[in-house]
């Protein structure tokens, strides 16, 4: 079973950016594709952005598309996400999440809080 610990969130400037990191511990790291969710408060959780085992594939939301950018380094057991240009509406607890195999995603950290002012 993997584990995973978020960090980087914080409180910034719309416009702003904040690089998140999700630390994975546990099974062999490079079997596990890593993806990032997010919730507002009383909103749905919704998908941000995943990345495969190796970092070669990635995919985004339209919402974040071109102003976040998902990356891992398999040597230091770690998964990135990059947001630029942040804007009011991106606030909300961030999460990482994994899983092996193509199976669903059935490992969740704690969860790191994003908050964008105006």
């Known amino acids: 079973q993997v584990q995973l610990v978020e960090s980087g969130g914080g409180l910034v400037q719309a416009g702003g950016s904040l690089r998140l990191s999700c630390a994975a511990s546990g099974r062999t790291f490079n079997t596990y594709e890593i993806g990032w969710f997010r919730q507002a408060p009383e909103k749905a959780r919704e998908f941000v952005a995943r990345?495969?085992?190796?970092?070669?594939?990635?995919y985004y939301a339209g919402s974040v598309k071109g102003r976040f950018t998902i990356s891992r380094d398999n040597a230091k057991n770690t998964v990135y996400l990059q947001m630029n240009g942040l804007k009011p509406e991106d606030t909300a607890v961030y999460s990482c999440?994994?899983?092996?195999?193509?199976?669903?995603?059935?490992?969740w950290g704690q969860g790191t809080q994003v908050t964008v002012s105006s």
């Open positions: 990345i495969s085992r190796t970092g070669g594939s990635t």
């Open positions: 999440t994994a899983r092996y195999n193509g199976a669903n995603w059935a490992y």
